[in-house]
């Protein structure tokens, strides 16, 4: 049984943070590989891209595949994904802990995660969610240290895993200074402007070698369409799908594969027209990539298994509801400190109920979820433990 008053310990975090490298290595050793098709891409991209100049993808960022060259691919990748993700559990308790000021709280939520599955399978896979959560919340670290400019970099940087959220970092800063900080409107402009320097010049490589590549401008890549006609089209029925032949067949774009630019535009337009003339199918499938989103157990049938829902009933459901018992009853209490988070749950989550809904991509989100669905619990086992005569 936990200790509680083992959480308050000041050298409990330097344990858990052992305890999570020994299970990542435990992991990488054991857990079969799982072969992922976009893991053994991203290794084949980061070799291409730099020993041939080439990058033959059309809807891949460049950064995580540059990670998977620098750090040798295979099992050595695999040990550096394991470092970012200890190092995140060390982030996850950091960030507790300047939110709440709760030691026990910051202490608990870095337990959770070093067992957290997702957490273990993810480090262990050879995909961008490691890295990617890894920058997001150090990031979210600093912003709320107030080291705007570091913070700011990392965000750009991020955009170069995943560009998902890069519509949303203006609105991502102005949350922490406006809301957390109480900054005076000329800090906050001129920090916004400090963003967008920061993005041109960090971006400008890439741009410069996507237009060698497509002789024309392509600020992110090619992916906007790709993901927006897989989650919306008539094939669909999950909320899911990216190719593979499920709820999406991308045959009526085949007369454009030579084309990358054009087809893109073809998907996005193609989707968007399926959105204005069918909009209840539309919200229909926006509800079903909700619940595909926050579902509490994979999708894939290689995942639907009993002991996996077991699992993942067992953790991330019953962290889910702690989360939402929070929201209930915790977060009026100093609520603009959370202002950013809840914002960046909301987001992330509108972007996949308009594309596509997968588990995968709610991993995110998953810190912050854990930081807050811990607190209420260590918030009722304080309670507990002083009615017994305890401390909290």
């Known amino acids: 049984m936990l200790d509680i008053d083992y959480l308050k310990n000041k050298n409990a975090v330097f344990h858990i943070l052992f305890f999570a490298l020994i299970l990542r290595l435990l992991a990488l050793i054991f857990l079969p590989d799982q072969q992922f098709p976009d893991a053994m891409s991203y290794e084949a991209h980061g070799v291409w891209l730099l020993e041939d100049g080439v990058f033959p993808a059309n809807v891949y960022m460049p950064l995580y595949p540059i990670w998977t060259y620098l750090t040798g691919g295979g099992a050595t990748l695999r040990i550096a994904d394991i470092l970012l993700s200890v190092l995140t559990v060390w982030l996850v308790w950091k960030l507790s802990y300047v939110i709440f000021s709760d030691i026990k709280a910051a202490h608990f ?9 997702h957490f273990i399978f993810y480090s262990v896979s050879g995909l961008t969610e490691t890295a990617y959560t890894f920058i997001i919340c150090l990031s979210f670290y600093l912003l709320y240290r107030s080291s705007y400019n570091l913070a700011i970099i990392l965000l750009v940087i991020s955009v170069l895993i995943r560009p998902t ?32 320097i920061a993005y041109v010049c960090i971006m400008t490589p890439w741009w410069i070698f996507q237009y060698e590549k497509y002789n024309d401008f392509v600020r992110l890549n090619l992916g906007g369409g790709h993901v927006l006609y897989s989650g919306n089209n008539f094939q669909n029925e999950t909320g899911g799908g990216i190719g593979g032949g499920v709820d999406v067949d991308f045959s009526i774009f085949s007369h454009l594969k030579d084309k990358p630019i054009e087809r893109n535009k073809a ?26 989103f926050w579902r509490l157990w994979p999708y894939a049938e290689k995942y639907n298994k009993t002991h996996f829902i077991v699992i993942s009933i067992l953790s991330y459901g019953l962290v889910l509801f702690a989360f939402i018992h929070f929201l209930l009853f915790y977060m009026i209490d100093k609520w603009r400190i959370h202002i950013p988070i809840i914002l960046f749950i909301i987001f992330l989550t509108f972007v996949h109920m308009i594309t596509i809904g997968s588990i995968r991509y709610r991993f995110p989100l998953e810190p912050f979820i854990i930081i807050y669905g811990c607190y209420s619990i260590s918030q009722l086992f304080g309670k507990f433990h002083n009615k017994n005569g305890g401390y909290g």
């Not at 939520?109 to 599955?117: E, F, Q």
């Not at 996005?268 to 919200?283: C, L, M, Q, S, T």
């Open 109 to 117: 939520s870095a337990l959770i995660t070093a067992l957290w599955p």
């Open 165 to 196: 959220l890069e519509p949303f970092l203006p609105i991502l800063l102005f949350s922490f200074m406006f809301f957390v900080h109480k900054e005076q409107k000329e800090i906050i402009i001129k920090k916004l402007c400090y963003l967008g």
């Open 267 to 292: 998907m996005k337009e193609a989707a968007i027209n399926f959105i204005k003339e069918n909009p209840g199918h539309f919200i229909h499938l926006a509800g079903k990539k909700f619940v595909r």
